[in-house]
């Protein structure tokens, strides 16, 4: 069974910075893309950032790019997504995606699928 989980969510303030993880069990991290999505009330769920694990490889939404950092740890099995400079309109539901065809920001590529960590960003 593959598992994914995500920790690191929480509140802060505009201007703050935050860390995701997600650690990945039951499947073949190396060969795996590892997705940042995310989600708010009323809105669909977009990519935000994504590593091809194999290679290293990385993408993200211009939204975030010069803000947010995705990297990975091999020896752990996880995945990071350093978030900085918070916006309120970073405020969603971040989900942890791996695929194993192809690499992008398409939500529809991935396969699996974490139950997701809360980011609440004020002002």
């Known amino acids: 069974q593959v598992q994914l989980v995500e920790s690191g969510g929480g509140s802060v303030q505009a201007g703050g910075s935050l860390r995701l993880s997600c650690a990945a069990y039951g499947y073949t991290y190396s060969s795996n893309c590892m997705g940042w999505f995310r989600q708010a009330p009323g809105k669909e769920r977009e990519g935000v950032a994504a590593?091809?694990?194999?290679?290293?490889?990385?993408y993200y939404a211009d939204s975030v790019k010069g803000r947010f950092t995705i990297s990975q740890d091999n020896a752990k099995n996880t995945v990071y997504l350093q978030m900085n400079s918070l916006k309120p309109e970073d405020t969603a539901m971040y989900y942890c995606a791996a695929d194993e065809v192809g690499c992008g920001l398409g939500p529809a590529l991935y396969n699996y699928w974490g139950q997701g960590t809360q980011v609440a960003v004020s002002s």
């Open positions: 590593i091809y694990t194999g290679g290293g490889s990385t």
